[in-house]
């Protein structure tokens, strides 16, 4: 069987689900978290509620400072994630798997470029950006590694598995419902998606 790794990232991490796939019904080999950020760095965990907080420039625009605290934030979350997914993958090789692809579930802010004035330009900003800021982490991550990235749409994830998969959604929930049964809690919605995520990419289809 082929195994993979599926992201759903948040602010200041991402769920991860290690799924084995091949003929047959896919085995469930790990669900955890991969954290971005050391306990209570704050800076790292919300680099861009950290700049939101901070003076503005003229006009609002984003300072020096602020730029700076967000890089710092952001090649923090890198390293932080880079360390933790060697752990990871070191735990997986020690128990017989070897992930050979990451499934990153992704969303359609990605037409954003230039993060920061986003993300200051409204209170609710922030928080995408953050999931944004994470994401990329898990790809450095990833790359540090070796390890190929697929990237999957987390609006139009079910439709798509359910045609990679040739099964029905109703089928996939049940099969996500008894993996999660194996998982044991948290079993949500961020667990499902990243553990199907997973199962699609570890089919190789």
């Known amino acids: ?19 084995a796939a091949g003929a047959g019904a896919p085995r469930l080999v790990l669900s955890s978290y991969l954290a971005t950020a050391a306990a209570g760095d704050r800076l790292a965990y919300e680099p861009y509620h950290v700049a939101y907080e901070l ?18 934030g952001r090649r923090r979350q890198a390293d932080v994630a880079a360390k933790a997914l060697a ?11 070897r992930p050979s692809v990451a499934a990153l ?7 954003m470029t230039d993060l920061l004035p986003h993300a200051l330009s409204h209170p609710a900003h922030p928080p995408v950006i953050e ?3 994470v994401r990329e982490a898990l ?9 190929p990235i697929v990237e999957m749409d987390e609006k139009t994830l079910i439709e798509a598995a359910a045609v990679k998969l040739g099964l029905s959604p109703g089928q996939i929930d049940a ?3 008894a993996l999660g049964a194996a998982a044991g809690k948290p079993w949500r919605k961020a667990q499902k998606e990243a553990c199907l995520a997973a199962w699609v990419a570890a089919t190789g289809r």
Do not use: D, H, S
């Open 87 to 97: 752990n990871l993958l070191g735990t997986l090789a020690a128990a017989g798997q």
């Open 55 to 72: 003076p503005r420039g003229p006009g609002g625009e984003p300072t020096q400072e602020a730029a700076a605290a967000v890089a710092e």
């Open 105 to 111: 579930l992704i969303n359609r802010a990605g037409w």
């Open 139 to 147: 790809r450095f991550a990833c790359r540090e590694r070796g390890l």
């Open 175 to 177: 099969t996500l419902k």
């Open 131 to 133: 999931g944004l800021a």
């Open 1 to 19: 069987m082929t195994a993979a790794l599926g992201f759903r990232a948040g602010r200041g991490g991402a769920v991860v689900v290690a799924v």
